[in-house]
């Protein structure tokens, strides 16, 4: 039995969503990079069978989807999950789960190493999944141009990039913002530069600072910037001298 009072949104928070189907959850769960290992995924069929209805759904955003699971189940599958060292993704108002390609750990046109830009942005930055925010937003790392993370269609996003100066070549970071997909999307901007790692993790953090502080309820960031300008945008988060690409 459903309590009458259950805070829906507290049980998205913890990465159980409601089904369509009465009384019936999914749960999201996910892991640092998209990369599930051997017993991670065995643990989640395993899951699955007692507690869903013995499938798994893998997501656009690199997770993994049970569905199927009742109320009265939840408390032991979130433990179970817990224990087996597997996080949970989330829904609603908050920060998504960070997808990632490979990068240059063994795709042949991966020019940086994304898993560590997504680590130092959840370890140094402590941006995770599941952070409250005004509304959902979206962080995209590509390891090259070909952007297999969409990353022109994400509040941040970012590819792997050469950049030329003085006839040498040096590998960096394109960045987008302001991108987003859903029922009206947009493509993101292309700041016109290439930049460093460090650079990369400062216009991060400022970004989502500026979105948490000023956003309105279920406003994308794309609403943000077009409500104030992209010109006092790019100023509040200390973009100012940084052109766009048209």
Known sequence: MIPENLDYDALKKRGFLKQKQEGLFLLRARMPHGNYDKKAM??????????????????????????????EDIEKTEARVKSAGIETGTSGARLRTTTTCPGNNWCKSGL??????????????????????????????????NSC??????????????????????????VYLGGCGGKTPCIGFKLNRVFTEDEVLKIIDAVVKFFKNNAKPK????????????????????????????
């Not at 643990?43 to 997770?63: D, M, V, W």
């Not at 996003?157 to 040096?170: L, P, T």
């Not at 973009?239 to 766009?244: A, P």
């Open 42 to 71: 065995n643990e989640l069929a395993k899951i699955s069978e007692e507690f869903g209805n013995g499938f798994l759904h893998l997501t656009a955003r690199q997770g993994v989807e049970i569905p199927f699971i009742k109320f």
């Open 112 to 145: 940086i190493n994304t898993f560590a830009l997504y680590d130092r942005i959840e370890n140094e930055l402590h941006i995770k999944c599941a952070m409250d925010l005004p509304h959902k937003f979206k962080i995209a790392i590509s390891g090259c141009p």
């Open 149 to 174: 993370t969409r990353a022109q269609q994400s509040e941040i996003g970012i590819h792997g990039a050469v950049d030329i100066q003085g006839g040498e070549k040096r590998v960096g970071y394109a």
């Open 219 to 246: 406003q994308r960031l794309a609403l943000l910037i077009e409500q104030i300008s992209r010109e006092n945008f790019l100023k509040e988060v200390g973009l100012s001298k940084i052109s766009v690409v048209q």
